[in-house]
T-cell receptor, first 116, second 113 residues
Framework: AQTVTQSQPEMSVQEAETVTLSCTYD???????LFWYKQPPSRQMILVIR??????QNATENRFSVNFQKAAKSFSLKISDSQLGDAAMYFC?????????????FGKGTKLSVKP | KAGVTQTPRYLIKTRGQQVTLSCSPI?????VSWYQQTPGQGLQFLFE???????NKGNFPGRFSGRQFSNSRSEMNVSTLELGDSALYLC????????????FGSGTRLTVV
């Protein structure tokens, strides 16, 4: 069974600085997708960034980028120029390839605090 | 366009009762998934519906059930509520259950007393 591990329950970053959240996963599949979701106090899970396992190039979305190491099964999220609005729970998620396998497998999350 | 709408936002029920939660996906989205979020277990997959058919199910007892209507709206039902069913229930929709990510609603906070 696939598993996702986030080893940092809490992280803190100074406003305008850079922070990296870690995520490792375990799978025997070769094709899959990885996601980072953000959950602010409003409770809604917001997609931050996604990565296809078959792509070697790391995904980037504005201030958010990932370091995807397929062999190491590592998928870290880097947030540059941190803003107060980035404070939230961040969840790493895995989904196997295949339209009928619709479920995301989530890590336990990392609570990110941003200090002004 | 409107996002994923979950109703109600909050719910308090008594042990032994049953409850129905509703989810309206984004217009055009045919896949609806449900997740349970608790502090102890984190986010766990309940089930997924696509075109009114359940096509994937998580490891939950039969007290948890769901359905999807022809307009893609989905409901989940929990019968014989237990204290441990207290959780945030999140619904997510996608166009076809593809890997472009899912759009989540804000959830229903269920408290069982």
């Amino acid at each position: 069974a696939q598993t996702v591990t986030q080893s940092q329950p809490e992280m803190s970053v100074q406003e305008a600085e850079t922070v990296t959240l870690s995520c490792t996963y375990d799978t025997s599949e070769s094709d899959y997708y990885l996601f980072w979701y953000k959950q602010p106090p409003s409770r809604q899970m917001i997609l931050v960034i996604r990565q296809e396992a078959y792509k070697q190039q790391n995904a980037t979305e504005n201030r958010f980028s990932v370091n995807f190491q397929k062999a190491a099964k590592s998928f870290s999220l880097k947030i540059s120029d941190s803003q107060l609005g980035d404070a939230a729970m961040y969840f790493c998620a895995y989904r196997r390839e295949g339209g009928s396998q619709g479920n995301l497998i989530f890590g336990k999350g990392t609570k990110l605090s941003v200090k002004p | 366009k409107a996002g994923v709408t979950q109703t109600p936002r909050y719910l308090i029920k008594t042990r032994g009762q049953q409850v129905t939660l509703s989810c309206s996906p984004i217009s055009g989205h045919r896949s609806v998934s449900w997740y349970q979020q608790t502090p102890g277990q984190g986010l766990q997959f309940l089930f997924e519906y696509f075109s009114e058919t359940q096509r994937n199910k998580g490891n939950f007892p039969g007290r948890f059930s769901g359905r999807q209507f022809s307009n893609s709206r989905s409901e989940m039902n929990v019968s014989t509520l237990e204290l441990g069913d207290s959780a945030l229930y999140l619904c997510a929709s996608s166009f076809s259950g593809t890997n472009y990510g899912y759009t989540f609603g804000s959830g229903t906070r269920l408290t069982v007393v």
